[in-house]
């Protein structure tokens, strides 16, 4: 193989790396339709826009019995693009982390309950950002929601003094939108 056929595949393959990183940070950093929420206890305020969506793939809301009653305990969470690749981590906190370890903590502002056999939906506001090693998805998070859940509620068995320190993982499923502001 010539010089000139290597040095054409290399420039071919950089081009080509080149131009899908620019199209993942352009998908990152576009803005998404905001979804619709059922009350404005939940919607976001006005200028933000949501720029990355993460649908849960695996998660738990975990519970421990405390001897009278089953108490939240924290959130573990694969969240994934539409694509079904692993983007974000969530875990207590609650915390959000990238997989290019940027990651937002995160406040309740508020929830709304839309399916009585399903965790609410959530409005959270960022209280701590950070950038990560390998880039900076989640550092520009002002806001999160939680929608579309399915399951996650605290166990319907029986948390009495024999059962104090038991821990149980409930499945659950959501969406998590992610918002930052439109202000430069």
């Not at 305020?45 to 993460?54: D, R, S, T």
């Not at 421990?64 to 693009?81: E, M, Q, S």
């Not at 950002?129 to 999160?144: D, K």
């Amino acid at each position: 193989m010539s010089r000139f056929t290597r040095l054409c595949r290399a420039v071919g393959v950089g081009l080509a790396v080149a131009a899908s990183t620019l199209s993942m940070t352009q998908v990152a950093h576009a803005a998404l339709p905001s979804p619709s929420v059922p009350d404005t206890k939940i919607a976001v305020p006005a200028g933000n826009e949501a720029f990355l969506v993460g649908h849960v793939s695996t998660g738990v809301q975990i519970y421990k019995c405390d001897g009278k009653a089953w108490t939240f305990v924290a959130p573990r969470a694969d969240l994934v693009d539409d694509k079904g690749q692993l983007i974000i981590k969530h875990f207590a906190g609650p915390t959000w982390q990238a997989t290019d370890g940027s990651s937002v903590i995160a406040g309740r502002v508020d929830g709304v309950t839309v399916d009585p056999n399903a965790i609410p939906w959530l409005l959270l506001k960022a209280t701590k950002t950070t950038a990560g090693r390998g880039g900076n998805l989640l550092a520009p998070t002002t806001f999160i929601q939680r929608i579309n859940t399915v399951g996650g509620l605290a166990p319907t068995e029986a948390c009495n003094a024999a059962k104090s320190g038991t821990v149980r993982e409930v499945s659950y499923g959501a969406d998590y939108f992610f918002y930052k502001s439109t202000k430069g």
